[in-house]
């Protein structure tokens, strides 16, 4: 009989100052502020400097986190980063965060899985604190993406931003609070269609057998496709399973990939602009930061509140997906 689930005690975000605006684009590549704003929704992007990395804006959202949870970092069991644009392989980011707040206490793991890094680390974190094995989880999600683009491609490089976020999940006895339900999916035949080559021990080559740029390569109408499928098929399932319909849901909190993605699985679901998160238009797609920065901004602006149900959807490469229901404690 299950009697612990987590709930979260604490939100933080870390963004970049540097702002890349669609008019900064305009005089970088063949593009338009209306098309980006139309096509993507995105107005700006913020973007990592000289001796800003992964683990500074990281460290900054846990901080953030961990003062809004009342904790001391000594109070933390475990450090979970979603990352797939860590500062090095290893020492993973989760230990350089450890490091950094003092949780001298807490395992460290980094998690890769794209866009959907959040919620898969969340998983990991509930499935923690559910068993009893552990109390307080710091979960992280952080990108520098802006790293990892060729500035010369215009399907990409205006996509994305960098930033951090972070929740901390604490042990609850109140099942009716704190997570509810979760699902997790990943279809590893669609590979293809969102790489990035180079980043790992294989070697890419172009016909003439020099490398590969080691920049993001997208099929992007065809990943557009998958994601609003199955991001709407994750928010029926984390429905379903907590018993609920999309009527009950108060806010939507879905991954800042596309305005037209959000618009389509919100479409599908029926619920109202009000009820559905937007703020890709100050920070760009910043992968697995997309929803927690969200999460942040929405508890900063009191667009969840207590007893009220959240779902967090998400999708990216691999490809993987994923959703969580929240009713908020
Ligand atoms: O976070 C991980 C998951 N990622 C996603 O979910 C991204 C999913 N995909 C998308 O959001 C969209 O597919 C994109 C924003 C990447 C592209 O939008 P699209 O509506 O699918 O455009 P498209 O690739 O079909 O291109 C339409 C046209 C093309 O021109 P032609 O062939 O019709 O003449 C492109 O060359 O738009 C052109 N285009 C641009 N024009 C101006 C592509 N990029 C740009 C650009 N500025 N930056």
Redesign the pocket.
């Known amino acids: 009989m299950q009697n612990l689930t987590a709930k979260i005690t604490g939100v933080g975000k870390a963004v970049p100052e540097t702002r890349l605006t669609n008019a900064d684009l305009e005089k970088m590549?063949?593009?338009?502020d209306e098309?980006?704003s139309k096509?993507?929704g995105i107005k700006e992007r913020r973007i990592a400097q000289e001796g800003e990395y992964n683990s500074t804006f990281a460290t900054a959202a846990a901080k953030d986190a961990l003062k809004m949870a009342n904790l001391d970092p000594k109070d933390i069991d475990f450090i979970i980063v979603g990352t797939t644009t860590p500062d090095t392989i290893y020492p993973s980011v989760a230990c350089l965060v450890q490091n950094n707040i003092g949780a001298v206490n807490a395992g460290v793991l980094d998690v890769a899985a794209?866009?959907t890094g959040f919620i898969y680390a969340s998983s990991i974190a509930w499935g923690m604190i559910r068993s009893g094995l552990m109390k307080n989880i710091l979960v992280i999600a952080s990108e520098i993406n802006t790293a990892m683009v060729d500035w010369s491609d215009?399907?990409t490089c205006?996509?994305f931003g960098d930033g951090a976020g972070a929740a901390v999940y604490t042990a609850s006895d109140d099942l009716n609070k704190g997570v509810l339900s979760m699902e997790l999916g990943g279809d590893g035949s669609l590979k293809d269609l969102?790489v990035l080559p180079n980043s790992g021990s294989r070697k890419y080559t172009n016909a003439d057998g020099t490398l590969t740029m080691r920049a993001t390569q997208?099929t992007?109408?065809e990943?557009?496709k998958n994601?609003v499928r199955h991001m709407y098929e994750a928010a029926l399932s984390v429905l379903a399973q907590a018993d609920k319909t999309s009527e009950d849901v108060t806010l939507l909190i879905a991954?800042q990939?596309?305005i037209r993605?959000i618009d389509a699985v919100s479409k599908r679901l029926k619920l109202p602009k009000e009820k559905v998160f937007v703020n890709i238009e100050k920070y760009g797609?910043t992968?697995a930061a997309t929803i927690p920065i969200a999460l942040a901004e929405a508890v900063e602006n009191g667009q969840i509140k207590s007893g009220e149900l959240l779902v967090i959807d998400a999708?990216?490469?691999g490809l993987t997906w994923g959703a969580m229901a929240i009713r908020w404690a």
């Open positions: 590549v063949d593009t338009t098309w980006i096509r993507v794209a866009c215009r399907d205006i996509l969102l997208m992007g109408n990943v557009f994601a991954h990939a596309n993605i797609n992968s999708f990216g490469a």
